[in-house]
């Protein structure tokens, strides 16, 4: 059997690159992170030597902590609706200290970093807090730390406890259920879950502390690195809630399709809504699996959904189980355009943004998809990209040469579908996106565009930084695009990173992948030195993929997504994101 690539047909595999990957975490449980409103917190601006962030002792909202007063409370003045602080509440010994983020939400419903609040303690003998935010804990107690500005205020409860324990409390991250006899490392030993799915683990003091935990092969193991708090819970999903497991297939009508004319030949491409957060998109990431079709009397593979007129007339999308919809697009291309001069993805990509007036999109909504089942729906594509969205890009940060072109993408949103990518476009400086009109989603209750640079170009192999920008009535303004970050050493026997990322970083998550494809993932905030300990009998083997992921705008920390249970980054819905990978011995 011969592959496209040896038929010279390369771009039908190429094409099925410019599909945006489905996210690979869970879908966010938060239903209010959205683009309009979470714009991220603020830096953290304490010199405490604290890089990350510890659990929270949840408000008053439903959840347990200690028993103080966390609600809101002061005169609302205009265009200011209320403070939110993260931590909402902490548990911790004394000694520790750690910083206080704001966010602002308006009256609009806009969220953005606070940058002019006062902070007072309630009980200065338990707890202080400066002028910036950075509180330490004093001696054993609870009290708060009141939060303000512009006549609106919160709290922040600290409960202050000597026992010198971390409780850690490990949950199965697909069930929510407590696991026993998981591992949690510390620098004082291994410490095993009870019946309840809790370790209590032996700190010395009220410094900083990491902590490994881990089940078995099968999941996920996660560190919290350089923590100050002392309750956690930690969820442990299974490798294989990172695949999609289901499928949706279809038969695609091609009677609003243009025609091809000689030397063309019609073909398209279908993939599954987007469930999460556009900023976690990686454009080369999503392979569907190959079907053999016959191209000019040739068996051949090809992407399953991938479809052409007169050979395959069908698709097959990989897609995550749930609430699903489907978009696509279809027309005519030269047969000798296709075939000459591709040298990977982003020729592809530039190719189907030149054709994008010969083309046409289509869409289906309502699908209910099953994990290792198939869906069956049709497909018309027939709306003509007709609309052009101008779009200021940001500028590419370092780690590029500042000569790349970006690959955009113009999306809408449907509940519960997802999102449906409407429009794509590639340039620099001030771009087009090409789109079909906007509301061209049935209730669509978001528009947003997506910018994904990659260095040394689309298809390189180099790192990337994408960015999401709210699209308001036709404008776009996107944030800033992080640095790439870099790994500046691994040793592999000892684990030894040296990582830099971004100093504007919310949160970095460094993955390690071994050979069977079993993770461990790192969590810290801001750049980090450290050694990942080989606690676990599955990494014990020297070679791993390192790839660095660094999260920006995105609200809430450590504390806010554990006392949630939605702790993994893929769950919320940063604005920016930039990642590296490489493999190392």
């Known amino acids: 059997m011969k592959t496209l690539a040896r038929l010279g047909l390369v771009p039908l595999t190429l094409f099925f690159a410019a599909c945006p990957a489905e996210d690979t975490g869970k879908e966010d449980s938060d239903p209010g992170h959205n683009l309009d409103k979470e714009t991220g917190l603020v830096e953290d601006t304490g010199e405490t030597g604290d890089t990350g962030e510890s659990a929270v002792i949840p408000d008053d909202t439903g959840d347990s902590g200690p028993p103080i007063d966390t609600g809101d409370s002061g005169q609302v003045e205009p265009g200011l609706a209320a403070l939110v602080a993260f931590p909402r509440a902490l548990v911790v010994n004394p000694g520790a200290s750690f910083s206080i983020d704001v966010v602002a939400e308006e009256m609009t419903g806009e969220r ?28 054993v107690g609870s009290t708060a730390i009141v939060v303000s500005g512009d006549g609106v205020d919160t709290r922040v409860g600290i409960e202050v406890r000597d026992d010198y324990l971390a409780t850690v409390t490990v ?42 935990t881990w089940i078995d092969e099968d999941h996920h193991a996660v560190s919290l690195v350089n923590t100050v708090g002392r309750v956690f819970t930690v969820p442990l999903d299974p490798l294989s809630g990172d695949e999609p497991s289901a499928t949706i297939h279809g038969t695609v009508d091609f009677t609003d399709v243009p025609e091809a004319d000689a030397g063309q030949m019609v073909m398209g491409l279908a993939c599954a809504s987007v469930q999460g957060a556009l900023a976690l998109l990686d454009i080369e990431d999503l392979l569907a699996e190959t079907r053999t079709i016959t191209v000019f009397g040739v068996d051949a593979d090809a992407p399953s959904n991938l479809f052409a007129k007169d050979y395959a007339e069908d698709f097959y999308a990989p897609a995550f189980p749930g609430d699903a919809g489907a978009w696509g697009l279809s027309g005519p291309i030269d047969i000798g355009e296709v075939t000459a001069g591709l040298n990977g993805t982003g020729d592809a990509l530039a190719l189907l943004v030149d054709h994008l007036d010969d083309m046409v999109w289509g869409k289906r909504l309502g699908l209910a998809t099953l994990a290792d089942a198939t869906t069956e729906t049709d497909f018309a594509p027939a709306d003509e990209f007709n609309d052009v969205l101008n779009v200021a890009l940001p500028t590419l940060p370092l780690g590029f ?4 072109e970006m690959f955009l993408m113009s999306a809408e949103r449907a509940v519960p579908e997802g999102w449906l990518v409407t429009g794509l476009g590639m340039g620099a400086g001030v771009a087009e996106v090409q789109r079909v009109p906007s509301g061209s989603v049935p209730g669509s209750v978001q528009s947003a565009v997506f910018a994904f640079a990659q260095a040394g170009g689309l298809g390189s192999g180099g790192g990337v930084s994408v960015a999401v920008a709210a699209d308001d009535g036709g404008l776009a303004t996107f944030p800033d695009l992080l640095d790439l970050p870099v790994v500046d050493s691994w040793d592999a026997g000892s684990r030894a990173l040296t990582i830099t990322t971004d100093a504007d970083a919310d949160i970095v998550r460094v993955r390690l992948v071994d050979d069977n494809g079993r993770l461990h993932d790192i969590y810290v905030n801001g750049s980090w030195t450290g050694t990942l300990d080989k606690a676990q009998p ?12 660094v999260y920006g705008g995105i609200e809430g ?17 940063p604005e920016t994101r930039a990642r590296y990978t490489l493999v190392k011995e």
């Open 112 to 139: 953005h970093p606070y940058l002019g609040a006062s902070f007072v303690s309630l009980d200065d003998t338990i707890a202080t807090v400066d002028m910036a935010g950075v509180v330490t804990a004093v001696a």
């Open 171 to 212: 949950l199965e991250g697909s069930t929510g259920l407590p696991v026993e006899g998981a591992t949690v490392r510390a620098a004082t030993g291994d410490f095993t879950t009870d019946a309840t799915g809790i370790a209590y683990v032996t700190v010395t003091d009220g410094n900083p502390i990491t902590l490994t």
């Open 401 to 404: 040469d500042g000569t790349e």
């Open 538 to 549: 599955e990494f014990e083997r020297g070679k791993a993929d390192v790839q660095v992921d």
């Open 557 to 573: 920390n450590f504390e806010h997504w554990l006392s949630t249970s939605t702790f993994e980054p893929d769950n919320h819905e």
